[in-house]
């Protein structure tokens, strides 16, 4: 495998604030990386210094075997963005607005086909002032698309974004999966980088939380099947933990524990509620997303960082 | 693609973008057009310009020409350019192959489409109604200044974009410079009735020399209007504002970045 994004101890100060701290990662080819963290852990900074919008205070960092701040036009021609924040002009029809792009690059996909891809097909004789949030995002899919990139930066390309649409958006980048793109994707949704991204990065506060693939982040984060139900009443507790183990909580008539053996633990219950002819109602097996996982590690930085602007 | 063509095929996008902007072309077209029937209306018969007798009708076709070639140069063209930056607009152009120059190249472009139709349009009504007598002296004056005026105040548009935060500033600045340079500049009252110390004030702007080069090119026979003192401070003040432009020209809406 070759690395398309190489990143080594990078680091990036506004002013006397530091936000990156020295970071360090690769983006092999063909992959979906997500980059994921809390509005300023530094998301936007990385990617920037990626796209080659922003300088860099420290280390060393290569996009296509190119330091972005030399960036020069083959490269550009190499790389697709899509920006946080970009509000194309309402009064272009979605065709001309792609037409017009992809003549900005040297290689441009064809036109249609691109807009089809991100299924706006039905809209390419819109003007953009028409067109929904979900389908506008869409379309600055298809003008990061146009000039056929290698590598493709998306940054937060669902947020602000309906259910539905983020659903759709989902199903696009995972057809430029099997498309072979190497996609560089930041998010603020766990559900989004687990659902969509080969590896995760978790960035808390300028520095890298942890890493892998969604399957390595759930075993080294602890990631515990919850079982809970309401047994009928005059059940007793202790005799439930002295089979299930201490960990078994009982809260307002609702009976929860966690675990990683699901099966062995659901017999070991089942046998026990017959033995006891204790009925258990609404029972239910959880497999938290990494969202929990997420959210408590952003948690702990919020709460080292105290008030960040 | 070669970059000329991809210049020229961008601008022809941003004229189609004018054609379909309702607001643009009443700003840009009507509204001069409205000033126009207003003034004449209002100052029948003749007036004075540099001691002389002179048409009121052909005075304002020249005075709302340069009013034209403010609005649309600066007014206009610094609150499109402020707004594509706050859009992040400006931004994304930048991160694609294209050369940023050929954004700002057709922009300026539209502008000179832009006034040199109106402009023509104003003529036209001019010599139908105004006394307006059309002759090569005439159109050379009429070319060089709305050319010099025109490069004059793109550049100033240009320099202000740097310096303005937000579109909404800029919008109001565009406007409020080319009415009150117009009160001090001769181009909505002649100077014979203003004080003297108004006059020097409005002579240190461009506006007054592109208003006194096109009315000497509209007024006096057989003159083309073409000094050195207007020509000269028009090529000063666009030289500055290249100056200042090139120095302060920001491609991202102030505050981004900072997560």
């Known amino acids: ?309 | 693609m070669s970059d000329a063509g991809l210049a020229l095929t961008q601008t022809r996008y941003a004229l189609r973008g004018y054609t379909r902007d309702r607001s643009a072309l009443v700003f840009t077209a009507i509204f001069p057009l409205i000033l126009l029937l207003l003034f004449n209306a209002i100052f029948k018969g003749n007036t004075k310009f540099d001691g002389r007798n002179v048409a009121s009708g052909a005075y304002y076709t020249a005075s709302i020409i340069s009013y034209v070639i403010t609005l649309v140069s600066f007014g206009s063209l610094l609150s499109r350019i402020t707004t594509a930056r706050e859009r992040g607009l400006l931004k994304r152009f930048r991160g694609t192959p294209m050369p940023s120059w050929i954004y700002l190249v057709s922009e300026i472009g539209r502008t000179v489409v832009v006034v040199y139709v109106t402009v023509a349009l104003l003529v036209v009504v001019g010599a139908i109604f105004y006394h307006v007598h059309v002759s090569v002296h005439l159109l050379v004056g009429l070319v060089v200044y709305v050319a010099l005026g025109v490069s004059c105040f793109c550049s100033m548009a240009l320099a202000l974009a740097g310096v303005c935060k937000t579109a909404d500033a800029a919008s109001a600045i565009g406007p409020l410079a080319a009415t009150i340079l117009s009160f001090l500049s001769g181009v909505f009252i002649p100077t014979f009735l203003m004080p003297t110390w108004l006059i020097d004030i409005g002579k240190v702007f461009p506006l007054e020399h592109t208003a006194r080069g096109l009315q000497s090119a509209f007024l006096l026979k057989g003159s083309t209007g073409i000094n050195g003192l207007d020509i000269g401070v028009l090529i000063v003040w666009t030289a500055v504002a290249l100056l200042v432009a090139s120095r302060n020209f920001k491609w991202e809406k102030s505050g981004a970045g900072s997560t």
């Open chain 1, 1 to 309: 495998m070759t690395a398309v994004v190489e990143v080594e101890d990078l680091h990036k100060s506004y002013g006397q604030v530091e936000r990156l701290h020295g970071i360090s990662f690769q983006v092999q080819a063909g992959e979906i990386l997500g980059f994921l963290g809390v509005n300023g852990a530094g998301k936007t900074t990385t990617i920037e210094i990626l796209e080659g919008y922003r300088s860099r205070d420290g280390g060393r960092v290569s996009v296509l075997g190119t330091d972005p701040a030399r960036a020069n036009r083959q490269w550009r021609n190499r790389i697709g963005l899509v920006l946080q924040e970009c509000e194309l002009d309402p009064i272009y029809t979605v065709r001309e607005t792609v037409s017009m792009f992809a003549r900005y690059f040297k290689h441009p996909t064809d036109v249609q086909a691109t807009i089809d891809s991100v299924g706006l097909n039905e809209k390419s004789d819109d003007r953009i002032g028409r067109l929904s949030g979900g389908q506008k995002r869409r379309l600055d899919v298809a003008l990061g698309l146009v000039g056929d990139p290698e590598v493709l930066f998306l940054d937060e390309p669902t947020t602000g974004l309906d259910p539905v649409a983020r659903r759709e958006m989902w199903s696009m980048i995972e057809g430029l999966r099997s498309a072979g793109k190497t996609i560089f994707l930041t998010t603020h949704y766990m559900d989004e980088a687990e659902h969509l991204a080969d590896r995760i990065i978790i960035l808390r506060a300028g520095v890298i939380a942890a890493q892998g693939t969604p399957e390595e982040l759930s075993a080294t984060l602890g990631y515990h099947t919850e079982i809970t139900f309401e047994p009928s009443v005059g059940f007793d507790l202790e005799r439930l933990r002295a089979v299930l183990g201490a960990t078994v909580t009982l809260e307002a008539s609702v009976v929860r524990f966690k675990t990683n053996r699901v099966q062995d633990d659901m017999a070991v219950l089942l046998d026990w509620a017959r033995r006891e002819q204790v009925v258990l109602d609404k029972l239910q097996a959880i497999r938290p997303s990494l969202d929990d996982v997420f959210v408590q590690l952003a948690g702990e930085a919020t709460a080292a960082e105290g008030a960040t602007p």
